[in-house]
């Protein structure tokens, strides 16, 4: 496949000209072509300014399309109004990556007019662009500045993305400053075109970056930015530093804000980055990962020599939800001579002010010792009994023979220098105030938490304990075909039960007579409820619901009551109310949650589970969760609220069937995801006991035109497994080949299939000398963003396990109109017909997606590979590049 990426032209290119460029120093024009000369780039450099010939000793033409060919980036510094013109202009040049930056003085214009102007002026000419309102980028290991500013960045291995010229500037000085090398900073500025997902792409195949820091104001493409995000956290580790709410809006309300906020928390979660909440943090996280500090837990010990330290890091670790670790009897056996008279065995440590060198290491060693402790912080103050250096140095030694992560907090100055220079020298982490570390010590556990999500792929119709019908999608066609957008509750109930969420009968009927045999057929008691009504509860009588009616009187009276009460409301009288009757069955030990299925306006749907009544709201104990969700998912989600935690944490003192709890996310999660036209869903109660699960009341609101005309999971911002891909497959001879897409867990079958292949097929399907795949590439291979690649593998039960026979996947290209594919096939199981069926399987999902075509490069001399290629249609072409490959080209529509 190629390797090249697109964005490669923009990011190293061979030759830049600069429009717009200028001789006054108070101009944009001016500071970025100076830049460009003084910063030592060493590639071809052209100005573009119809009033000189020369400028700044460097050749000028009047405009770009008189600029010798060939050029691989235009900077434009021009009026917002000539953007759409110089775009097309750099297309006719052969010039076909852009960056748009504009003048502080001449901010480009809000009006939707242009910008749909500049947008069709690219699409058109198949330039790509950067910006508006982009500071430009630097790459320092290439000697290049094309920005605004007059920072010079120290090459290194941090790759910068900002959608702020302000922000990126701020983080490239405050980097220069701490002496932190940058492989990339780059401003993107407005994101009309090239996005945090073009570049995400491009980084995380960049061999001089190796970490990424985001700083996100705003997401556009929520499945670009996610898939792209996951696709580069799965190589690389990246941080995201966020401002505002992404979803640009700023009239959002408190409580608005604070939901928007948790779905980006729980984006990243899924993607497998972290997020941090200020510039410090960014980099001190970037050090940590870079310096290999890796907690095999979250469990937290604290010593310090300070009672106001100690105390500080314990506030900051509960704020933050970090644990802290209880020590074993052992260890507290062992400490209890070393420590105060009156420490009673509890975490955090306080050594006292008289701590000696001694003491601290021999406590540090002991804690480090013990199984349930995760990482160490050791708080030093410079008291008169202790030696900074001689902790320092005696800590260095811990770190070198224990398993568990020490972080350090020195505090104070120039007593302490020396002491934490030997802690860098050593690589042991340290900082200055307490809060820090927590921060660190917290970021970097939830990086490699997230890190374990990023492997679980759910997919959806899977996982539950319950049966659905699998009538759902008839049931929301019909209510889609009438427009219907609220339901009723009964319909409401009836919709749940087809995806396996277990729910309590419900029963609908009009007038008095009828309501009493609906209660007698449920059987006494009820609880009845006027269709329609909101402000339901599970708890007692409101205006429109009567709860325990235990005789057919009472139901005759209450449905007197609600008769009059909506006749009053409505301005008639003796109309026949429509109520609903569920069974009140009492269920004294029940827990009580509140589900909902909400819309994020960039994320799409999203699942809250918080504690339900007065008291859940006022605590705001709720999480998010995107789906899809499976069991580990499912059960992360309940752990991260209150209630949740205390059923999973000992305190679950009446046995709450806590899988059932999970079976019940598992199928709204299913549900969210085969309907597009669920607009939202309010599950309140949902109530757990040892008894199971089971929804008491639900409200469905549906929008008709939403799920119209979207492909499968369109609607998701991230894409589940494909399960509706796997596929048993009968081969000559009657043996049973298994095909599905590939897993995370695939790993050790593709490593092993390409280590089992002959030198032949490896070259044919490499290129090169490949004998085993590194572990980077296993991961590029094994997880993937079902969203804009595919892989499915073919595989044969032997020995009680699995053995990978074939192997075939597309990626998108960079235009996103066409994917290009690779094909491997295990050398016993060539000539049988496999590799023809799968890429008659990989075209058929090209086809789906609407690709217009498949592409691929073969080795000129793989012959078997080029036949069946032309009897699969392809045609055959010479390679632009390489008399040794031919390129093959599928059309999959007009």
Known sequence: MTTTHYLTALFDPRAIAVIGASENPGSTGYVIFNNLLTHGYQGRLVAVNPHHQTLLGQPCVPDIESVPPPIDLAIITSPPRTIPQLIAQCARAGIHHVIVVSHPAGVVSNSAALEQRIREAALS????????????FVRPHASLNATFTDISAIAGDLALVAQSGAMCAAVLDWATMNRLGLSLAVSIGEVMDVDFGDVLDYLANDEYTRYILLHVE???????????????????????????????????????????????????????????????????????????LHPRGSRLAIISNG??????????????????????????????PLLPADWKGHNPIDLSGDATTERYLGVTRLVARDPGVDAVLIILSPMSLVSPLAVAEGLVQIARESAVVLCCCFMGGKLVDGARQALEDAGVPVFRTP???????????????????????????GGTGRAASGNGRALVDALVTERCTRLPRMQAHALLHSFG???????SARGITEAMFVAEQLGLPVDMALEGAAGCSDTSDTPAMRRKLSSLESVRSAVHELAARQGDAAGQVGVAPHVTFSPNRERPQA???????????????????????LQGEALRDHAV???????????????????????????????????????????VSNMVC?????????????????????????????????????????????????????????MVGGGRVQVRPVRPEDAALEQAFVSAMSDESRRFRFMDGTRELPPSQIVRLTQIDYDREMALIAVVREGGGERQIGSVRYVQTPDGESVEFALAVADAWQKCGLGRRLMEAIIDCARDRLYRSVVGEVLANNEKMLKLMARLGFAILPHPESNDLKRVVKPLRD
């Open 435 to 461: 809060d820090t570390v927590i921060e660190l010590f917290h970021s970097i556990s939830a990086y490699y938490d997230n890190q374990k999500l990023l492997l679980e792929v759910p997919s959806p119709g």
């Open 501 to 507: 969420v277990p729910v309590r009968p419900c029963l």
């Open 625 to 667: 969760a995107l789906p899809p969700l499976n069991r580990v998912l499912a059960r992360n989600l309940i752990e991260a609220t209150r209630q949740g935690q205390m059923l999973t944490s000992g305190l679950n003192q009446y046995g709450a069937d806590l899988t059932a709890l999970e079976d019940a996310l598992l199928a």
């Open 591 to 613: 827990r009580h949650f509140v589900l909902r299925v909400l819309r994020d306006p960039v994320f799409g749907p999203v699942l809250q589970l918080g504690s339900a009544g």
């Open 218 to 292: 705003r997401i556009r493409h929520a499945r670009r930015f996610i898939s792209a995000l996951r696709s580069a956290a799965r190589i690389k580790p990246v941080i995201v530093l966020k401002s505002g709410n992404h979803t640009g809006d700023d009239a959002l309300d408190n409580d608005a804000a604070q939901l928007a906020d948790q779905v980006f928390d729980a984006a990243v979660r899924r993607a497998g980055a972290v997020r941090v909440s200020n510039v410090s943090q960014l980099f001190h996280a970037a050090r940590a990962l870079a310096g290999h």
């Open 307 to 336: 009672t106001g330290p100690a105390r500080m890091a314990s506030d900051g670790a509960r704020r933050l939800g970090v644990p802290l670790a209880s020590f074993g009897g052992d260890t507290v056996a062992a400490l209890t």
């Open 125 to 136: 000419s198949g330039v790509r662009f950067m910006g508006p309102k982009s500071l430009g």
């Open 674 to 730: 085969e309907l597009p036209a669920l607009e939202s869903l309010e599950i309140h109660p949902l109530i757990v006991d040892a008894a199971g699960c089971v929804a008491l009341e639900a409200r469905v609101l549906i929008d008709p035109v939403r799920g119209e005309g979207q492909g499968r999971y369109n609607h998701l911002a991230i894409h589940p497994y494909p399960a509706h891909l796997c596929q048993e497959w009968r």
